[in-house]
């Protein structure tokens, strides 16, 4: 009687420790979701005031832009109007080579320092860069049709654009289907700064091979090569899609954060 006393005693004691250690870590896991709401609270505040800001300048300089291409900007007397799809063509462009060089940078970074926040970056702007790179061979296949009577043709311009197209394709097909984690992060890098090397070779294209694609007017030695309304136009163009990366850069890293958060807090937890 007195050993199934103590047993009785023994599993009471046992059980009240059990539910005391649930009980601490239900409310350790409570406080960490308190923390991290209020957290995540206060960077969504002060990062909406950056991207509401961003948007409107965005809004603001696509409104003026279209008005300075159709109503300011004069029409090419030898291609006509279908010249104007140049103010689309080459900030697309620009804009392509802006992101794979930020993300050229951040894996840099990201295999120096080995911090989630210049992958989180990296990815957010080749997912950009693909877009816009994308944009650029779709608006010159339009404007070659009248000025070159084909849709495409093997230039070495066309050519190595499309190898970055396919390649950061590929970095994008890498993150979908490999485990996330360091080493997905590594590959990644890797492929990005291999990548990166081909935007010399597109930028110089014109100047090693025989191709279709004038060489650069902008930044020509040459006087009066570019009328100014259209280098000013031009100019704006690029600048306002300058800034509509930087808004696009900014939401898509705020969303991958708040993506791989809200994972680690459900990892957590289960756990």
Request: charged residues 15%; proline residues 3%; glycine residues 4%.
């Amino acid at each position: 009687m007195v050993l199934i006393g103590l047993e009785r005693n023994s599993l009471r004691v046992t059980n009240g420790s059990n539910i005391h250690s649930i009980f601490n870590t239900l409310n350790l896991q409570r406080l960490f979701l308190k923390d991290t709401a209020l957290t995540l609270i206060d960077r969504i505040m002060s990062f909406n005031k950056i991207s509401r800001l961003l948007g409107f300048a965005v809004l603001i300089g696509l409104i003026l832009d279209v008005l300075m291409i159709f109503a300011w900007s004069p029409t090419d007397s030898s291609m006509g109007w279908v010249q104007k799809i140049m103010y689309i063509h080459v900030p697309s462009a620009w804009t392509s080579f802006l992101s794979i060089t930020v993300a050229f940078l951040f894996s840099l970074l990201y295999l120096w320092k080995r911090r989630e926040q210049f992958d989180i970056i990296a990815l957010s702007a080749v997912e950009i860069g693909v877009i816009f790179c994308g944009l650029a061979l779709i608006t010159g296949s339009i404007w070659a049709r009248p000025t070159w009577n084909t849709y495409w043709t093997w230039d070495a311009r066309l050519t190595t654009t499309l190898i970055l197209f396919l390649i950061f394709s590929g970095y994008l097909l890498l993150r979908r289907f490999s485990e996330p984690g360091d080493q997905q992060a590594r590959l990644s890098a890797v492929v990005a700064i291999i990548g990166f090397l081909d935007i010399p070779l597109i930028h110089l294209s014109v100047v090693w091979w025989r191709t279709l694609h004038q060489p650069s007017t902008v930044f020509s030695p040459k006087q009066n090569v570019i009328d100014d309304q259209i280098l000013v136009t031009l100019i704006f163009s690029v600048s306002v899609f300058s800034i509509l990366f930087l808004f696009l850069l900014l939401n898509r890293v705020e969303l991958e954060r708040r993506n791989r958060l809200y994972m680690k807090t459900v990892m957590t937890v289960d756990e």
